[in-house]
C-alpha cells in the first residue's frame, strides 16, 4: 500500500472524488478492500447457510470465525479475548452496560454536558424505570485536563453507581484524562463505563490497564472496518453481570457468548474486523498519526484566520478538533445544520457543525486521505457563504 498520504489515497476508498471529506468522525469510511471482503463473507453465508451460521458464528467447543475475530481485536485493544464481545454500534454497548447496572431510587448516573445525545437520552430513560437520577458534570470550555478533572471531584456524591466518560466527546472533540479520570471514580466506589465511540483505531488503547468496567467503541471509524461494526469490553468483574440486549439461545453462557449469536443478522461486519486491522497497520501507523496531527495544526491556524478558536488545548493524539464559530447571537440546532447542508451543497465539503452551550462548533477529521487545502478550501467556503449568527 502507498504510504504517501493526501488525496492520492482516495481511490482506496469509494468515497466521491469531487468531495472533500473532514468528517470521518461520524460516520467513518470503509476502503474497498475491506468491503470486498465483506461481500466475500457474504457469498459464502448465502451459499450455504447452515454451515456459515451453526459452525463460524453460533458458539461451540471450538473457537469459532467471530471468537478468533474478536481475538484480533482484543490484541489490538490489549484486553483477553474473553473480555471482547461484539455490539452494533456503540449505543447498543452502553445500553447493555447501563442495563446490567442494578439502580434503585436515590441513586445516581454521573454524565458530563458534553455526552453523546443518545446516551443522555438513554440515562434518562434507565433512572425514569429505576428512579434514579442522573448527576451532569459541566465541563467549562476551552476545557484544561486540570479542570476536567475538578469539575468531576466536584460532582462525585456516594450515590453515584455508574459513571458514563466519554474517551473523545463527540460534540467539542475532547480527550478526557482517564488516566486520572478512572482512579477517582473508583475512589468513590462507582462503576465506570467509557464511550470511547471515536477512539479505537484513532488513539492507541490499553483497556486492561485503563482498568474501567466497560469500554466500548465503533470500528466503523477510524479502524476502518464496515458499518454496524462495534465491540463492547467488560472487566472480569463487570463480565459477570453484563448481558445482552437480546435474550436467546445461548444467554446462559455468559459474557461474550451471549452476545455473539442473537438470532439471524450479517454477522460479516464483525468478520471483517482482520482485514480492517490488516488495512490500518499498512498505513503505518505512527507515520499516519504524525501526518494527521500536522493537518490538525494546519486547520488550527487557518480557521484562526476566520476568526474561529480551538475548543481546547492542542492535543497531538487526536485527529479531530472542534472550533468555536464567533456569533452575535445564541446558536440554534437549525444553525448547525444550516452550515453542514450549505458546505456540500455549494461546495462539495463535508464538515461536522453543532450547537453547543448557545456556540456553534465546527468540528474536523484530519483522516490520511485529507489534505492541508482542503481546510483552507473549508475556511473560504465558510468565509464566503457568511455562517449563521455571524
Same mark, same amino acid.
Given at each position: 500500500?502507498?504510504?504517501?498520504?493526501?488525496?492520492?489515497?482516495?481511490?482506496?476508498?469509494?468515497?466521491?472524488?469531487?468531495?472533500?471529506?473532514?468528517?470521518?468522525?461520524?460516520?467513518?469510511?470503509?476502503?474497498?478492500?475491506?468491503? $470486498?471482503?465483506?461481500?466475500?463473507?457474504?457469498?459464502?453465508?448465502?451459499?450455504?447457510?447452515?454451515?456459515?451460521?451453526?459452525?463460524?458464528?453460533?458458539?461451540?467447543?471450538?473457537?469459532?470465525?467471530?471468537?478468533?475475530?474478536?481475538?484480533?481485536?482484543?490484541?489490538?485493544?490489549?484486553?483477553?479475548?474473553?473480555?471482547?464481545?461484539?455490539?452494533?454500534?456503540?449505543?447498543?454497548?452502553?445500553?447493555?452496560?447501563?442495563?446490567?447496572?442494578?439502580?434503585?431510587?436515590?441513586?445516581?448516573?454521573?454524565?458530563?454536558?458534553?455526552?453523546?445525545? $443518545?446516551?443522555?437520552?438513554?440515562?434518562?430513560?434507565?433512572?425514569?424505570?429505576?428512579?434514579?437520577?442522573?448527576?451532569?458534570?459541566?465541563?467549562?470550555?476551552?476545557?484544561?485536563?486540570?479542570?476536567?478533572?475538578?469539575?468531576?471531584?466536584?460532582?462525585?456524591?456516594?450515590?453515584?453507581?455508574?459513571?458514563?466518560?466519554?474517551?473523545?466527546?463527540?460534540?467539542?472533540?475532547?480527550?478526557?484524562?482517564?488516566? #486520572?479520570?478512572?482512579?477517582?471514580?473508583?475512589?468513590?466506589?462507582?462503576?465506570?463505563?467509557?464511550?470511547?465511540?471515536?477512539?479505537?483505531?484513532?488513539?492507541?488503547?490499553?483497556?486492561?490497564?485503563?482498568?474501567?468496567?466497560?469500554?466500548?467503541?465503533?470500528?466503523?471509524?477510524?479502524?476502518?472496518?464496515?458499518?454496524?461494526?462495534?465491540?463492547?469490553?467488560?472487566?472480569?468483574?463487570?463480565?459477570?453481570?453484563?448481558?445482552?440486549?437480546?435474550?436467546?439461545?445461548?444467554?446462559?453462557?455468559?459474557?461474550?457468548?451471549?452476545?455473539?449469536?442473537?438470532?439471524?443478522?450479517?454477522?460479516?461486519?464483525?468478520?471483517?474486523?482482520?482485514?480492517?486491522?490488516?488495512?490500518?497497520?499498512?498505513?503505518?501507523?505512527?507515520?499516519?498519526?504524525?501526518?494527521?496531527?500536522?493537518?490538525?495544526? #494546519?486547520?488550527?491556524?487557518?480557521?484562526?484566520?476566520?476568526?474561529?478558536?480551538?475548543?481546547? $488545548?492542542?492535543?497531538?493524539?487526536?485527529?479531530?478538533?472542534?472550533?468555536?464559530?464567533?456569533?452575535?447571537?445564541?446558536?440554534?440546532?437549525?444553525?448547525?445544520?444550516?452550515?453542514?447542508?450549505?458546505?456540500?451543497?455549494?461546495?462539495?465539503?463535508?464538515?461536522?457543525?453543532?450547537?453547543?452551550?448557545?456556540?456553534?462548533?465546527?468540528?474536523?477529521? $484530519?483522516?490520511?486521505?485529507?489534505?492541508?487545502?482542503?481546510?483552507?478550501?473549508?475556511?473560504?467556503?465558510?468565509?464566503?457563504?457568511?455562517?449563521?449568527?455571524?
Amino acid at each position: 500500500m502507498s504510504r504517501l498520504f493526501g488525496r492520492a489515497l482516495l481511490p482506496l476508498w469509494h468515497l466521491r472524488p469531487d468531495g472533500r471529506f473532514l468528517n470521518h468522525g461520524s460516520f467513518g469510511a470503509c476502503p474497498r478492500e475491506v468491503l $470486498a471482503e465483506q461481500e466475500r463473507f457474504r457469498v459464502e453465508m448465502e451459499a450455504q447457510p447452515d454451515v456459515f451460521f451453526r459452525d463460524g458464528i453460533a458458539p461451540r467447543e471450538a473457537a469459532t470465525r467471530l471468537r478468533e475475530a474478536a481475538a484480533a481485536l482484543a490484541t489490538f485493544v490489549g484486553a483477553a479475548p474473553e473480555r471482547i464481545a461484539f455490539v452494533e454500534n456503540a449505543t447498543a454497548g452502553v445500553q447493555s452496560a447501563l442495563r446490567s447496572v442494578p439502580l434503585a431510587a436515590g441513586d445516581e448516573i454521573l454524565i458530563t454536558d458534553h455526552t453523546y445525545n $443518545a446516551v443522555r437520552l438513554m440515562v434518562e430513560a434507565r433512572c425514569a424505570e429505576t428512579g434514579a437520577r442522573p448527576r451532569v458534570v459541566t465541563l467549562a470550555l476551552p476545557g484544561s485536563s486540570d479542570a476536567i478533572v475538578h469539575g468531576f471531584r466536584e460532582a462525585l456524591t456516594p450515590q453515584v453507581r455508574l459513571a458514563i466518560v466519554d474517551h473523545i466527546t463527540s460534540p467539542t472533540a475532547l480527550r478526557l484524562p482517564l488516566e #486520572r479520570l478512572v482512579p477517582e471514580l473508583r475512589r468513590w466506589g462507582a462503576r465506570v463505563l467509557v464511550d470511547g465511540a471515536h477512539a479505537v483505531g484513532h488513539v492507541p488503547l490499553d483497556l486492561a490497564a485503563l482498568g474501567a468496567d466497560w469500554y466500548v467503541s465503533n470500528a466503523h471509524k477510524w479502524l476502518f472496518a464496515p458499518k454496524g461494526t462495534a465491540f463492547l469490553y467488560a472487566s472480569a468483574d463487570a463480565a459477570a453481570i453484563t448481558a445482552p440486549l437480546v435474550v436467546s439461545h445461548y444467554v446462559g453462557l455468559g459474557f461474550p457468548e451471549s452476545f455473539d449469536y442473537v438470532g439471524t443478522r450479517d454477522y460479516t461486519g464483525w468478520l471483517c474486523i482482520p482485514a480492517a486491522l490488516r488495512f490500518f497497520e499498512g498505513l503505518d501507523p505512527p507515520r499516519a498519526r504524525e501526518y494527521r496531527a500536522t493537518l490538525i495544526e #494546519r486547520a488550527t491556524q487557518v480557521f484562526g484566520s476566520i476568526g474561529a478558536s480551538p475548543v481546547g $488545548a492542542a492535543d497531538p493524539a487526536c485527529a479531530m478538533r472542534s472550533f468555536v464559530l464567533p456569533q452575535r447571537r445564541p446558536a440554534a440546532p437549525a444553525d448547525a445544520e444550516e452550515v453542514m447542508r450549505g458546505l456540500w451543497q455549494r461546495h462539495r465539503i463535508q464538515a461536522m457543525a453543532v450547537a453547543f452551550g448557545g456556540a456553534l462548533l465546527l468540528r474536523v477529521s $484530519a483522516q490520511v486521505y485529507v489534505e492541508g487545502d482542503d481546510f483552507e478550501a473549508l475556511a473560504a467556503a465558510i468565509g464566503a457563504d457568511r455562517w449563521p449568527g455571524a
